[in-house]
């Protein structure tokens, strides 16, 4: 029986950190011709109340979508122009990224390694965004590698 090709997720938030992660997982694709899916996830308890009504307007939740699917767009015409690398698909959800991409996504897609960055956009962020990291790496369905260096192994310096 033929093995299915592996499938390599790849969270992303608009981070360096999560852009170099990337770099690193079309490297890996291309070297064992495996299929990338980019994953952004707009995480919607931070706009709920109290009483679970949401503090967001539908018009502010669909301009959030539209610009995460253009921010997809440009991570995989960026893997075009610069690998080379086509057989990419990307993916917007919704929810608690913690969960989604330890569990959800990869029930849903049957990844094989989930590669991520190390650090998210700022300050809080980066404290949300790790905490995000670890849980990630101690409760994954997958194999996790956490990116902690650019393509050619320097380490990933975060803008100030």
Do not use: C
């Not at 706009?47 to 503090?55: A, K, R, S, V, W």
């Not at 967001?56 to 015409?77: A, H, P």
């Not at 590698?145 to 380490?155: A, E, K």
Request: negative net charge; aromatic residues 8%; proline residues 2%.
């Amino acid at each position: 029986m033929a093995k299915e090709k592996d499938s390599i997720l790849v969270p992303v938030d608009g981070s360096e950190s999560a852009e170099r992660a990337f770099d690193k997982a079309v490297k890996i694709a291309m070297t064992d011709n495996a299929h990338i899916d980019v994953l952004n996830i707009i995480d919607t308890r931070q706009f709920m109340g109290e009483m679970q009504d949401t503090l967001i307007s539908g018009d502010t939740i669909y301009q959030m979508t539209q610009d995460s699917e253009e921010y997809l767009k440009s991570l995989k015409k960026w893997a075009h122009d610069n690998f080379g690398f086509d057989d990419i698909d990307y993916h917007i959800r919704y929810g608690s990224p913690k969960r989604i991409i330890s569990y959800d996504f990869i029930k849903d897609h049957k990844d094989s390694l989930i590669v991520m960055g190390a650090t998210g956009l700022n300050a809080v962020e980066r404290m949300l965004m790790g905490s995000v990291t670890e849980y990630v790496n101690q409760h994954a369905l997958a194999d996790v590698l956490i990116v902690r260096t650019d393509i050619d192994n320097n380490p990933i310096k975060p803008k100030a």
